[in-house]
């Protein structure tokens, strides 16, 4: 097919719109396609935006004579409706990775609620493992909330004495708990004296 000019194109559209616009897309698809893969690669995608594009000529039929170049216009808004699409592409990803974050968060949260019950758990089950009088001490400093110096007198020991059964029961759960959960028991152990 020999190319026609814009003038015979505009022409030819005068007389019979869908035939004249017929030859504007036979003449014109190849090149804006190729222009449009440079911006957006998916041959699928691009081609999706060569028609929106001949769509968008085609709704300003009425005005193509108004066109110094059919061609150029044609570039313009493929160019528009690419850029258009990428920075909804992008906003999709941004959307995407915002929601991935969001729920990672909170699963991961989750998780770590599991954990901190499991912790608790075994926490709970090498505390009664301990010697008696060294688990009376440790409950009462870490569930009761009592000084050394408190549980001393309720016991009738020496605050030394206090000391090193905290020390000793401390130094069994570190060895019993799994070193994942280290930082764990030493929350358990600040929030649990705190609280």
């Not at 003038?7 to 030819?12: Q, R, V, W």
């Not at 085609?58 to 005005?63: A, I, L, T």
């Not at 150029?72 to 929601?99: P, T, V």
Request: a negative charge; hydrophobic letters at 40%.
């Amino acid at each position: 097919m020999m190319l026609a000019s814009n003038s015979e194109l505009i022409s030819k559209m005068s007389v019979d719109e869908r035939e004249g616009f017929s030859d504007v897309y036979e003449q014109y698809w190849e090149d804006i396609l190729r222009y449009v893969m440079r911006i957006i690669p998916d041959e699928s995608e691009a081609c999706d935006i060569v028609q929106e594009s001949f769509l968008a000529l085609w709704e300003v039929r009425k005005d193509i004579p108004k066109l110094r170049s059919i061609k150029a216009y044609l570039y313009i808004i493929s160019r528009n409706l690419a850029f258009k699409h990428l920075r909804l592409r992008l906003d999709n990803q941004e959307a995407i990775n915002s929601y991935v974050d969001r729920y990672t968060e909170k699963f991961h949260s989750i998780d770590k609620v599991l954990e901190s019950k499991e912790l608790n758990s075994l926490l709970e089950a090498e505390i009664s493992r301990l010697p008696e009088k060294m688990r009376e001490v440790f409950l009462l400093s870490r569930k009761q909330h009592l000084t050394y110096q408190q549980i001393a007198e309720k016991l009738n020991i020496s605050d030394k004495t206090v000391k090193k059964q905290i020390y000793k029961a401390l130094k069994h759960l570190r060895l019993k708990v799994d070193e994942e959960y280290i930082p764990y028991l030493i929350l358990f152990l600040i929030f649990d004296c705190c609280n």
